[in-house]
């Protein structure tokens, strides 16, 4: 019987111990990626939906696959808990305030669970801890929301519609647009508007400056608000004034005591009608004086003595007025 050559056997043996050693390291990358040959420990999540979760889908914290999905059990017609193994190494980061929502890898890809911290302080989370859950957007809610929507748009499609009709059978609302006098009229609106907004710029750029002058003290209002020696000048007057009412006061007060008690020259010019009589008899007699020295006057210019010197005064009076008005 031939014998079979050496060589085919060692072929054959290496051939066993390479395929050994791939579907070794298949099996483990395969059992690292769910977590198989990790420390772990169990925690769960009930949640009211889960659809597209499966078993061994990963379950994430801030990003990073920290477990995966154990187990996924009905409970009753409205909860579904999860079970989650969660590693050993990132328990000190999932506290028991820690919140699961069902998400997606991206836009299209594989659901999974992110858990998301929450603020404050909590304790790490233990074997055996139930976590609080948020009910995730799901895709129902999205279409119901699209279908309202929709309606809505289709309203507001018909309302305009409605109004783009009415504006176009609108005979005053055209010849309003075909008005060629009101537009004319609308742009020396326009005009005038724009000379007044600059007219005011003007106003404002001479009361700033009117302003910056009061400020550096000059001008006669800078002068009046700026001037210290001013205000205290005007301080002095104003306290001058007070003591001059002061005096009128005093003054007044007096005269009206000496009204009242009957003493004093006003009294007498007031009240006493002997000196009343008296002062009306003496206006008289110097108005009876005054006229007979006009006619004494009178008489001497009559008289030939005089009569030269005053014909002089006369002339010499007349040629001073007409040399001022030569000058």
């Not at 072929?11 to 483990?28: A, D, E, I």
């Not at 059990?73 to 999932?94: E, G, K």
């Not at 009709?165 to 060629?180: F, H």
Request: aromatic letters at 4%; hydrophobic letters at 40%; a positive charge.
């Amino acid at each position: 019987m031939p014998q079979r050559p050496t060589g085919n056997y060692v072929k054959l043996g290496l051939f066993v111990v390479v395929g050994t050693v791939c579907l070794l390291g298949t099996l483990f990358l395969l059992g690292r990626q769910q977590s198989l040959f990790s420390r772990s420990f169990v925690v769960r999540a009930d949640f009211r939906n889960v659809s597209g979760l499966l078993t061994g889908n990963n379950v994430r914290l801030g990003g990073i696959t920290v477990g995966t999905v154990r187990q996924i059990q009905l409970l009753n017609d409205s909860t579904v808990r999860v079970a989650i193994n969660l590693n050993r190494d990132a328990q000190p980061f999932v506290r028991k305030n820690a919140v699961a929502a069902i998400g997606t890898d991206g836009l299209v890809g594989n659901t999974i669970i992110n858990l998301t911290a929450q603020p404050g302080a909590a304790p790490a989370v233990q074997p055996g801890d139930l976590l609080h859950t948020r009910r995730p957007v799901g895709m129902d809610d999205l279409l119901s929301t699209f279908d309202v929507s929709n309606k809505n748009l289709v309203s507001i499609t018909r309302d305009l519609r409605q109004i783009t009709g009415r504006l176009n059978g609108s005979k005053a609302l055209w010849g309003l647009l075909d008005d060629q006098q009101l537009a004319d009229n609308l742009r020396h609106s326009l005009r005038n508007a724009a000379e007044a907004s600059g007219q005011l710029s003007l106003a404002s750029h001479d009361v700033a400056r009117l302003t910056g002058g009061v400020r550096q003290g000059r001008g006669p209002l800078g002068y009046l608000l700026t001037d210290t020696a001013f205000a205290g000048r005007l301080g002095h007057a104003s306290r001058g004034l007070a003591g001059t009412s002061d005096t009128l006061g005093a003054l007044l007060a007096n005269l009206k005591g000496q009204v009242a008690n009957g003493a004093g020259p006003v009294h007498t010019l007031l009240g006493d009608t002997t000196a009343s009589r008296q002062l009306r008899q003496t206006m008289h007699n110097v108005e009876q004086g005054t006229a007979g020295f006009n006619r004494s006057m009178e008489a001497l210019q009559h008289n030939f003595l005089l009569r030269g010197y005053l014909r002089r005064q006369q002339k010499k009076q007349a040629r001073a007025a007409s040399a001022t008005m030569v000058h």
